[in-house]
């Protein structure tokens, strides 16, 4: 018959087995849990971060559509070559009347303009956007342009061609609200009859507002981050890391993220980084960054836009598992 000690003394030894057995099992659960849970985060954020580059693309061909059909009025040939912006011409107040509702219904666009080829590129119909009002300007304040890229460059492309512009910040006087804002510009030809340029027209686009559309339907705790092939921030959580090169310094992704590098080097399409795996580069957050073919100017032009959502979040399901 076994003695009681030794009974006593088995129980506790199989109660301790069981015990760390138990342990083990739950804290192994636990690290499968967090892994799977970031793993489905990241795949998430993905698909999130691809719709929302083909959200961001769609609106650029809108923008370019739009251009297209203001350039293509009959009006609009007539009156970039036979008006010279002064006295009342009843085309260009017809023509007035139609950019004025393109720019009602377009809350992102910051200007509309028709320059012509003639008079050094002198504006003859122009549109700004002042507060949440669209103002048409003077003829007396309307200005020459011809020496700009946004000109110049679209005169150069053949019928219905589209000139897209880098993202800068507008420095242009007298824009009204486009000034100091980050703008994209995207022109279009005005074709005579005879097939010459003679005129372009020119929308320029409002990048925060143009993204803060697109984000409508994006969680609340997501923070986006978009750069150009160059790597500089043009959307960033901390607004002070924005656009550093037209403030005389270069805030590059690829040193804040050196994951992205391959990014920019055209080798990979896509990155996921989270603060499990990579806790210096992530840290608190998963991450999501894709490239993303942008314009066609000179045929190797894109941006990368990121996604990221709190580490804490993704975990908390098993940050409760872990308590337990």
């Known amino acids: ?34 892994t799977m849970l970031v793993s489905e985060a990241e795949q998430n954020l993905l698909t999130s971060t691809e719709l929302l580059g083909q959200r961001f693309s769609v609106s650029i061909d809108d923008v370019a559509a739009d251009a297209q059909v203001l350039a293509t009025l009959p009006s609009a040939a007539r009156v970039t070559q036979f008006d010279d912006g ?4 009843p085309a260009r107040e017809r023509l007035a009347k139609v950019f004025s509702s393109f720019m009602a219904n377009h809350p992102e666009y910051l200007q509309i303009r028709l320059i012509t080829r003639q008079h050094y590129g002198l504006e003859l119909i122009r549109f700004d956007r002042d507060g949440q009002s669209a103002v048409r300007v003077e003829t007396s304040r309307l200005q020459e ?19 897209i512009s880098p993202i800068a910040v507008n420095h242009e006087h007298g824009a009204h609200s486009a000034e100091g804002k980050p703008t994209l510009r995207l022109g279009t030809p005005v074709v005579a009859d005879n097939g010459s340029m ?14 803060k559309l697109l984000q409508v339907d994006l969680p609340r705790d997501y923070q986006v981050y978009l750069a150009n092939e160059w790597g500089d921030f043009l959307i960033h959580p901390d607004a002070s890391q924005t656009f550093g090169f037209d403030h005389g310094r270069r805030v590059f992704m ?14 990979k399409s896509d990155v996921l ?52």
Do not use: W
């Open 273 to 324: 980084m989270n603060g499990l795996v990579r806790p210096q580069q992530a840290a608190g957050h998963v991450l999501a960054f894709i490239r993303r073919p942008f314009g066609a100017l000179d045929g190797n032009r894109f941006i990368v836009l990121g996604l990221a959502k709190p580490l804490d979040e993704v975990l908390a399901g098993a940050n409760q598992l872990g308590e337990r």
């Open 86 to 89: 002064t006295g009342a011409d």
């Open 254 to 267: 690829q040193d804040s993220f050196p994951a992205t590098r391959p990014l920019f080097e055209q080798s």
């Open 145 to 163: 342009k011809g020496q700009f890229a946004y000109v110049f460059d679209t005169l150069a492309l053949p019928p219905h061609g589209i000139y």
């Open 1 to 34: 018959m076994m003695r009681p000690g030794l009974t006593f003394k088995l129980s506790v030894l199989l109660a301790c087995i069981g015990v760390v057995a138990s342990g083990a099992t739950g804290y192994y659960a636990y690290r499968a849990n967090r």
């Open 198 to 211: 003679v005129g372009v027209v020119v929308i320029d686009v409002d990048l925060a507002a143009m993204l």
